[in-house]
Protein backbone atom coordinates (compact mmCIF):
# COMPACT_ATOMS: atom_id res chain seq x y z
CA UNK A 1 0.00 0.00 0.00
CA UNK A 2 1.41 3.38 -0.85
CA UNK A 3 0.17 6.67 0.10
CA UNK A 4 -0.87 9.63 -2.42
CA UNK A 5 0.12 13.07 -1.72
CA UNK A 6 0.28 15.32 -4.18
CA UNK A 7 3.65 17.67 -4.91
CA UNK A 8 3.19 20.92 -2.60
CA UNK A 9 -0.03 19.78 -0.71
CA UNK A 10 0.30 19.54 3.06
CA UNK A 11 -0.05 16.49 4.80
CA UNK A 12 -3.44 15.53 6.07
CA UNK A 13 -3.53 14.42 9.72
CA UNK A 14 -4.89 11.22 10.53
CA UNK A 15 -5.61 10.08 7.24
CA UNK A 16 -4.40 9.97 3.35
CA UNK A 17 -5.52 12.18 0.05
CA UNK A 18 -5.42 8.75 -1.13
CA UNK A 19 -3.84 5.54 -1.36
CA UNK A 20 -2.70 2.63 -3.72
CA UNK A 21 -2.58 -0.90 -3.43
CA UNK A 22 -2.48 -4.28 -5.24
CA UNK A 23 -4.14 -7.51 -3.46
CA UNK A 24 -7.22 -9.37 -2.47
CA UNK A 25 -10.12 -7.29 -1.57
CA UNK A 26 -12.28 -7.28 1.85
CA UNK A 27 -15.05 -4.92 1.60
CA UNK A 28 -17.03 -3.95 5.01
CA UNK A 29 -20.44 -3.00 5.67
CA UNK A 30 -20.99 -0.04 7.64
CA UNK A 31 -20.26 -0.72 11.14
CA UNK A 32 -22.06 0.90 14.24
CA UNK A 33 -21.68 0.85 17.74
CA UNK A 34 -23.57 -2.20 19.35
CA UNK A 35 -21.91 -5.40 20.12
CA UNK A 36 -22.31 -8.68 18.29
CA UNK A 37 -25.81 -9.53 19.79
CA UNK A 38 -26.86 -6.62 18.15
CA UNK A 39 -26.90 -4.36 21.82
CA UNK A 40 -25.94 -0.98 22.30
CA UNK A 41 -24.46 -0.61 25.92
CA UNK A 42 -23.57 3.41 25.34
CA UNK A 43 -25.34 6.56 23.75
CA UNK A 44 -21.63 7.92 23.86
CA UNK A 45 -20.09 9.39 20.46
CA UNK A 46 -17.22 7.57 21.35
CA UNK A 47 -18.00 4.96 23.26
CA UNK A 48 -19.67 3.93 20.18
CA UNK A 49 -17.03 4.90 18.01
CA UNK A 50 -14.88 2.40 19.59
CA UNK A 51 -17.41 -0.45 19.72
CA UNK A 52 -17.80 0.25 15.97
CA UNK A 53 -14.22 -0.44 15.01
CA UNK A 54 -13.99 -3.44 17.03
CA UNK A 55 -16.93 -4.80 15.15
CA UNK A 56 -14.45 -3.42 11.93
CA UNK A 57 -11.96 -5.71 12.94
CA UNK A 58 -14.08 -8.95 13.60
CA UNK A 59 -15.24 -8.25 10.27
CA UNK A 60 -12.04 -7.95 9.02
CA UNK A 61 -10.56 -10.55 11.05
CA UNK A 62 -12.98 -12.57 9.30
CA UNK A 63 -11.94 -12.22 5.95
CA UNK A 64 -8.66 -12.76 6.20
CA UNK A 65 -7.73 -9.06 6.80
CA UNK A 66 -6.28 -6.84 9.50
CA UNK A 67 -6.33 -2.90 10.24
CA UNK A 68 -2.87 -2.33 8.75
CA UNK A 69 -5.05 -3.46 5.36
CA UNK A 70 -7.32 -0.85 5.23
CA UNK A 71 -7.15 1.34 2.18
CA UNK A 72 -10.60 3.18 2.49
CA UNK A 73 -12.94 4.42 5.55
CA UNK A 74 -16.27 6.53 5.24
CA UNK A 75 -17.68 7.44 8.68
CA UNK A 76 -21.12 8.45 8.89
CA UNK A 77 -21.80 10.77 11.87
CA UNK A 78 -25.51 11.86 13.13
CA UNK A 79 -23.87 15.50 15.24
CA UNK A 80 -20.90 16.80 14.07
CA UNK A 81 -20.30 18.95 16.99
CA UNK A 82 -20.65 16.11 19.16
CA UNK A 83 -18.10 13.94 16.93
CA UNK A 84 -15.63 16.88 16.95
CA UNK A 85 -15.92 17.17 20.96
CA UNK A 86 -15.58 13.73 21.77
CA UNK A 87 -12.16 13.57 19.04
CA UNK A 88 -9.20 13.38 21.37
CA UNK A 89 -11.35 10.15 22.78
CA UNK A 90 -12.36 9.23 19.17
CA UNK A 91 -8.57 9.33 18.29
CA UNK A 92 -7.40 7.13 21.16
CA UNK A 93 -9.78 4.42 20.48
CA UNK A 94 -8.91 4.98 16.72
CA UNK A 95 -4.72 4.43 17.29
CA UNK A 96 -5.71 1.25 19.99
CA UNK A 97 -7.89 -0.47 17.69
CA UNK A 98 -6.92 0.47 14.29
CA UNK A 99 -3.40 1.90 14.50
CA UNK A 100 -1.04 4.49 13.00
CA UNK A 101 -1.51 4.40 9.33
CA UNK A 102 -3.38 6.23 6.50
CA UNK A 103 -6.58 5.43 4.84
CA UNK A 104 -8.40 7.32 2.48
CA UNK A 105 -11.01 8.30 4.75
CA UNK A 106 -14.55 10.43 4.31
CA UNK A 107 -16.63 11.89 7.15
CA UNK A 108 -19.71 13.25 6.62
CA UNK A 109 -22.99 14.50 9.01
CA UNK A 110 -26.37 12.40 8.26
CA UNK A 111 -29.28 13.18 9.87
CA UNK A 112 -30.36 10.07 10.95
CA UNK A 113 -28.79 6.64 10.41
CA UNK A 114 -31.02 3.30 10.10
CA UNK A 115 -30.44 2.28 13.90
CA UNK A 116 -32.11 4.69 16.04
CA UNK A 117 -29.83 4.68 18.35
CA UNK A 118 -26.75 5.00 16.53
CA UNK A 119 -24.83 7.80 16.49
CA UNK A 120 -21.80 6.63 13.61
CA UNK A 121 -21.33 3.76 11.05
CA UNK A 122 -17.93 3.01 9.46
CA UNK A 123 -17.58 1.47 6.10
CA UNK A 124 -14.78 -0.20 4.95
CA UNK A 125 -12.37 -0.94 2.63
CA UNK A 126 -9.41 -3.32 2.67
CA UNK A 127 -6.37 -4.57 0.59
CA UNK A 128 -4.81 -7.85 1.22
CA UNK A 129 -1.19 -8.02 -0.63
CA UNK A 130 -1.14 -10.92 -3.36
Keep these: MKTLLPPGWPRPKGYANGVTATGRMVFVAGMIG ?8 SDDMAAQVRQALHNVVDVLKEGGASPEHIVRMTWYVTNKREYLAASAEIGKAFREIIGCFNAAMTA ?8 DRAKVEIEVTAVVPA
Design 108 to 115: VEVSALME
Design 34 to 41: WDAQGVFH
